[in-house]
């Protein structure tokens, strides 16, 4: 492994401060002294900013122009591959994308290099498995999924918490703060919110005397956002468009104030969590994604129906939890720390183990 590059994908939504987000955690510190060349598409310049790249690391705005070049410096024997974190979708757009990592892994480890799949979860782990998912993941030294049911499904590797656990406040900071919020954010992107939705949002922050206030974290959740705050009779937060670490810093403050956060959203409940508020999935329309990764850290029993019978009892319940939350997160960076330094092992020509 001496001297060699390391090719590494963190393309993603552009409007999703999540986005750049978790993909900047997996790459703080990866592979120290080696140039990286990093695959970012036809992001943004607020996208790139909030990625943390460093001065020497290679963009490419274009897939094809990424492999030809991981191809050329395999073949000498001077690459590493670490895959893209976060949700992929198995269609035919995602299996040719593996059929090629899959060869590029190939001759990448014929070589003598490293491979690493780490921080994957599939949209929908279920039905009839994929080969090439599964051979692409057995290749890899190392191969992490954020949740049960992709590894499962992939039949490959282990499972670690999403990388956005990484990030965050430390425990003196969110001990230290007033938190008089109940801080709302739904998708823009689902049916008209029910009405038994925004009464239960309501008797949450009646049973536990917090101002409602909404946000957005996605650019398109915007419009959502008003709406839902002008029906809750709430204040609506705005959005800081044009700069996705100003807008990650804006929320991470607005989350050290709240002592729940109610969302549909992954990264806004884990952004949540990492800033000592309360997660709390009450969702419009349900969807497993949210409780099987959040359950990785051992919060996936944050979740409520709307159609709870008790729900005033299992939300003061959670909520009175905030010192278990921040414990949960704790062991979720220490695992990522682990993850991180066996990552910089096999890169380094170690075991990676």
């Not at 206030?213 to 800081?240: I, K």
């Not at 720390?337 to 380094?348: P, Q």
Request: net charge neutral; hydrophobic share 45%; glycine share 8%.
């Amino acid at each position: 492994m001496k001297n060699s590059d390391i090719f590494v994908a963190a393309h993603g939504q552009d409007d999703n401060v999540g986005d750049p987000a978790l993909r900047r955690a997996m790459l703080a510190g990866l592979a120290p002294g080696r140039r990286r060349h990093v695959l970012i598409g036809t992001a943004s310049p607020a996208y790139v900013n909030a990625l943390g790249l460093r001065d020497d690391d290679v963009t490419y705005a274009n897939r094809r122009d990424w492999q030809l070049a991981a191809f050329r410096h395999a073949l000498l024997g001077r690459a590493a591959f670490v895959s893209n974190a976060g949700e992929i979708q198995l269609n035919k757009r995602r299996l040719r994308i593996n059929r090629v990592d899959r060869l590029l892994v190939g001759l990448i480890r014929l070589r003598g290099g490293a491979a690493i799949t780490t921080g994957l979860g599939v949209r929908d782990p279920f039905g009839a498995p994929s080969p090439m998912l599964t051979s692409l993941s057995r290749a890899c030294q190392i191969t992490t999924w954020r949740d049960e049911d992709s590894r499962r499904f992939a039949d490959a590797g282990t499972v670690r918490p999403d990388w956005a656990f990484a990030l965050g406040s430390d425990l003196d900071v969110v001990r230290s703060t007033q938190r008089p919020l109940l801080v709302v954010s739904m998708r823009g992107d689902t049916p008209a919110l029910t009405e038994a939705w925004q009464d239960a949002v309501a008797k949450v922050a009646d049973i536990l005397g917090l101002e409602a206030l909404v946000v957005a974290q996605v650019e398109r959740d915007v419009a959502r956002g008003v709406e839902l705050a002008h029906a809750l009779g709430a204040r609506s937060h705005p959005w800081h468009g044009g700069d996705h670490l100003a807008a990650e810093a804006d929320l991470r403050e607005v989350y050290r104030r709240a002592r729940v956060v109610i969302s549909d959203r992954l990264h806004v409940l884990i952004f949540a969590a990492t800033e000592g508020a309360v997660p709390l999935y009450l969702p419009n329309i349900d969807s497993a994604k949210i409780p099987r990764t959040m359950a990785v850290v051992g919060l996936g029993d944050h979740h409520v129906s709307p159609h709870d019978d008790d729900l005033s009892t299992k939300v003061a319940a959670l909520a009175d939890g905030q010192a278990d939350v921040m414990s949960k997160v704790v062991a979720a960076r220490s695992q990522l720390h682990d993850l991180a330094t066996s990552m910089n092992n096999l890169i380094e020509g170690g075991t990676g183990r």
